[in-house]
């Protein structure tokens, strides 16, 4: 624990910091806490002792800090509300556009390795035909933006800058392969063609792409993307909710790797179970 001396040089050092980050002098500032520039000048002088908490909050307040950073109680210099909305976002989510934003998000992550759990199959990885059926209701005629949007971010994936690993509940594609549920209505040849899409995908990214499929009796996941240590994605449908609290990011990216350590089917056997599928079709 740090003793006063120690805490009360931090304070100094820190207050003024923040104040010749905002360009505040000692006159403005202590005319803003109502205070002598006297008291000021003696709060930043060496061997100053610590104020009581009520001038410290006032700084705090007047210097857009928090008074734990002043303090050296904490690391983050911005106020709690700010901090919070600077580490928690709501962004809007297209129906199927990979729009600018999460381009953006996976332009950041480059290098990084990407987590992801798709609302469905992974967009990047549908065939032309898989787009057109699932999105023509909401997209119309901008289904080809759709698709084209799709395609650069596989060949951002192609281009080995970020390692995909993505986990997908076992029911999702046996429901697939089925024609069942959510993918009712989906022609045979539609399903047999993503249905190769994916094996040939699988087989010819590997490493670079891993595909993981997991029990959902035994483990559950909302639709989410991990972008590196930085940034977690959870998609609500009409919005995503961000996340760069670092805490959070690995709290999220904790829960992927336990739907991989739980999935049945690694992604060594992927491409197998794939097959099997496929062949199930006949």
Known sequence: MMDKRKRAVLFRDRLAQAMAKT???QSALARRLGVDRSTLSALLAPGTR???AQLVAEAAGALGVSSDWLLGLGDIEAPASTALAQAVSMTDAPRALFDEVIFG???EAA???IRHVPATLP???KTRAV???EYRDALGGAAEAAIAAFEAQLLHLRGARSDYEIALPLHELASFAAGTGYWQGLDLAAREGQLARLIALSDELYPGLRLYFYDAHKVFSAPITVFGPHLAVIYLGRSYVSF?????VAALSAHFDWLVREAPCGARDAG??????RAGLA
Not at 244 to 248: E, G, H, L, M, S
Not at 272 to 277: C, G, K, M, S
């Open 23 to 25: 360009g505040q002098s």
């Open 50 to 52: 610590l104020p009581n």
């Open 105 to 107: 998000w996976h332009s």
């Open 111 to 113: 290098g990084y390795k």
């Open 123 to 125: 967009d990047m990885l």
């Open 131 to 133: 787009v057109e059926w």
């Open 244 to 248: 760069r609290d670092p805490v959070r």
């Open 272 to 277: 197998a179970h794939l097959r099997a599928l």
